[in-house]
């Protein structure tokens, strides 16, 4: 009877320690299921305002310290990525004082994202990428301008999640 009572503690003692890992697990599993949501809200919201050439939506997408990397020379924090997307929509409007057509929309999209996490607070997104200008009439079909590989490390600043490093010409 005494070996009965105490496999039966043991018993006990072990479920317990199961029930209270995979609760432990699950709130694990449930934050990083809402983190996901929210950092896939975070690249939409980036794709979004690079499409818009909405500047400031752009910049706030990152960290104060964030960096664009497409080539040998980043752009690094916010005021500098402002001021490259303020550029591009200048160039537009320049282009169109000059009587140049006026550009059809440009969408940004990814692909095939993988999203994994690093600890609690920082995460990396691999993906590939496409842009695309979209159709301007018959003498204007859809054209694919752009197609790559990103990789974009991000971090969670006063519970926001925000780009700290988007490359969309990695080396490996």
């Known amino acids: 009877?005494?070996?009965?009572?105490?496999?039966?503690?043991?018993?006990?003692?072990?479920?317990?320690?199961?029930?209270?890992?995979?609760?432990?697990?699950?709130?694990?599993?449930?934050?990083?299921?809402?983190?996901?949501?929210?950092?896939?809200?975070?690249?939409?919201?980036?794709?979004r305002a690079l499409d818009t050439?909405?500047?400031?939506?752009?910049?706030?997408?990152?960290?104060?310290?964030?960096?664009?990397?497409?080539?040998?020379?980043?752009?690094?924090?916010?005021?500098?990525?402002?001021?490259?997307?303020?550029?591009?929509r200048q160039r537009q409007v320049d282009a169109q004082t000059k009587g140049e057509p006026k550009r059809p929309p440009m969408y940004h999209m990814s692909a095939n994202e993988r999203i994994q996490f690093t600890d609690k607070d920082h995460a990396r997104i691999e993906a590939y990428y496409i842009t695309a200008i979209a159709a301007g009439g018959a003498a204007a079909p859809l054209r694919v301008v752009g197609v790559g590989r990103s990789v974009d490390d991000v971090v969670r600043l006063n519970g926001q999640w925000v780009i700290s490093s988007r490359n969309v010409s990695p080396q490996d």
């Open 1 to 47: 009877m005494k070996k009965f009572a105490a496999g039966l503690l043991m018993g006990l003692i072990l479920t317990a320690g199961v029930v209270f890992t995979a609760s432990k697990s699950d709130n694990d599993v449930l934050r990083e299921v809402r983190d996901r949501t929210e950092i896939e809200d975070l690249m939409w919201r980036y794709a």
């Open 53 to 88: 050439n909405d500047a400031e939506a752009y910049a706030s997408a990152y960290a104060p310290d964030g960096q664009f990397i497409a080539g040998a020379t980043p752009t690094r924090g916010r005021e500098a990525l402002k001021k490259m997307i303020a550029d591009l």
